[in-house]
């Protein structure tokens, strides 16, 4: 089941757990989550960044939930449409009682933007737990990817014990440690 909330009384009224995606826009989130669900087109995917504009919600088997949240940074979505996001993510991050974790996304590519730093720092800040992934690790040597992946946790600040996760969604690689992870965000 997918549903869309535009405004934070549109929020499903469920008590599963859920887990958030979040990252840059044309980071890979609705590919992330295709790929992870074992469907091609269940969240939508677009060339043209900043085309999730609200919160979708996917229920799985009925246990939990995937939340993919619009991304941020994207230039060409105006101030004006980035502000009316804004208070709904914020509220959705800080409010929601069921939100169990965080699946952070930059892309392995590029050092951590601004935005990815402080999105990494407001969520520690907010005690949310986290799983950061770096999509798009096949575009990369293995030995290029290693060393980005050093670059990403000293720009994120991360510690030893965080995950970051090196995932492709276009083969597939990291998925089965992506799972894990998430699986230790939710409730046992």
Known sequence: ?????????????????????????????????????????????????????????????????????????????????QERWAPIIEEYLEGRANLYGCVHLVDCRHEPTEDDRLMAEWLRMHSIPRVTVATKADKLSRGALLRQLEVIKGKLGLFEEEFLLPFSARIGSGRDQLWQAIKSLLPH
Do not use: H
Not at 10 to 17: M, N, R, S, V
């Open 1 to 81: 089941m997918k549903a869309g909330a535009y405004r934070v009384q549109e929020f499903p009224g469920w008590d599963l757990p859920e887990i958030s995606f979040l990252g840059r826009s044309n980071v890979g989130k609705s590919s992330l989550i295709n790929n992870l669900i074992g469907r091609k087109n269940l969240a939508r995917t677009s060339s043209t960044p900043g085309k999730t504009r609200g919160l979708y919600f996917y229920l799985l088997n009925n246990n939990f939930c995937f939340v993919d949240l619009p991304g941020y940074g994207y230039a060409r979505v105006s101030k004006k449409e």
